[in-house]
């Protein structure tokens, strides 16, 4: 469909793309994809988010050969803003966000607004694949196209965004793929502009999950369109398995956020056992990359202490308090019990054994 405003043609999408460090040749495949689409209307708004000079160069290229593509420059000030300021610039009937070391399949644009079109939805998610340097795997959180949502199946989409990938989580309405992630979905972008949902600023970590259960909770109509458009590169660089000072802190923040938008729309005991499981995995999971990493220059002493700490202070107190053994495996359970009695450092250990154990499964 093509909407035009007063002489100027409206874009049917806009496509937002920010960029931070990123390989070239990722970076180009991500490009080209995009504008390989079937669909012809749209524009590709890409954010340098303090990128190097060698991706700003890349980015003005492809804006210099195509009208279509608009490139902002910011200094780095994270995703979330950089996703903001071009959900400000977009002007595109609809918004999607594709990573810029991910691709698209070419009909991806084109049938995802087609489809959005014909159900007048206000959300559109879709599969992905996610592609290993020697094999790809599926990910999909249903298993046929869904025209629009129930309010049960609007319930169990919040739930599936909450959950993530928890592996140890064992209520029905999850699935071992989520629905958290901002990319292979299309959002209705007067829906945001009513609703006034954007990023929250300053968010590392689980920025998408946030918006998500914002942008579910708020829309009337979402629906689920079962095709593999997505292309998720898995990359074993990734920043989110480095040693980072304090890391914990990065959890935190976005762990009060969700806390926050949970008492505000008032939700249910079951969100909030997903909640606190949300609190036991990322406390876990800084755990390992943060406590037990190689590279941290803190005794065993003065790690544990520092685990005591967090745990002795809310959001992390209230989970491991009132978290039920009834939703964890029993590998979890144990952790969960060393935590409550404040033996660290034989969670520390039970933890280094069943990461071991874990390897290459």
Excluded at 210 to 236: C, P
Excluded at 340 to 350: A, D, E, I, Q, W
């Amino acid at each position: 469909m093509i909407v035009s405003k007063g002489n100027e043609k409206v874009p049917d999408i806009t496509v937002i793309v920010p960029v931070y460090k990123v390989e070239d040749e990722y970076l180009r495949e991500c490009l080209e994809s995009i504008m390989r689409q079937t669909l012809e209307n749209f524009e590709l708004i890409c954010v340098s988010d303090g990128a190097g000079e060698r991706s700003i160069s890349i980015l003005n290229e492809y804006a210099q050969k195509d009208s279509r593509v608009r490139v902002i420059c910011q200094e780095n000030q994270g995703v979330c803003a950089a996703r903001n300021k071009a959900l400000r610039a977009a002007g595109g009937r609809y918004i999607t966000f594709i990573d810029s070391d991910d691709t698209v399949e070419r009909d991806n644009l084109k049938e995802a607004v087609e489809y959005a079109d014909e159900n007048n939805l206000d959300v559109l998610m879709w599969n992905m694949y996610r592609c290993y340097p020697d094999h790809k795997t599926v990910f999909a959180p249903y298993t046929e196209d869904i025209k629009c949502f129930t309010k049960e199946q609007k319930e169990e989409v919040q739930f599936k965004c909450l959950v993530g990938i928890l592996p140890f989580f064992k209520c029905p309405p999850a699935s071992a793929d989520a629905a958290g992630s901002a990319c292979a979905k299309l959002y209705r972008r007067e829906f945001l502009l009513e609703k006034s949902l954007e990023y929250t600023k300053g968010l590392k970590r689980a920025e998408d999950m946030l918006f998500n259960l914002q942008v579910f909770d708020a829309a009337e109509r979402i629906g689920y369109l079962y095709r593999f458009f997505y292309n998720y590169r898995q990359l074993s660089s990734s920043a989110t398995y480095t040693y980072r000072e304090n890391g914990i802190n990065i959890f935190t923040d976005s762990l009060k956020g969700i806390k926050a938008h949970l008492d505000d729309k008032k939700k249910g005991e079951l969100y909030y056992q997903i909640y606190y499981m949300r609190c036991m995995f990322f406390f876990l999971e800084s755990m390992d990359m943060d406590y037990l990493n190689p590279l941290n220059p803190k005794s065993l002493k003065e790690k544990a202490a520092d685990m005591k700490r967090v745990i002795a202070a809310d959001p992390y107190k209230e989970a491991f308090n009132n978290l039920k053994n009834d939703y964890l495996t029993l590998p979890r359970r144990i952790p969960l019990f060393l935590i409550r009695h404040n033996m660290v450092l034989t969670l520390m250990f039970f933890y280094s054994v069943y990461r071991i154990t874990q390897k290459g499964k």
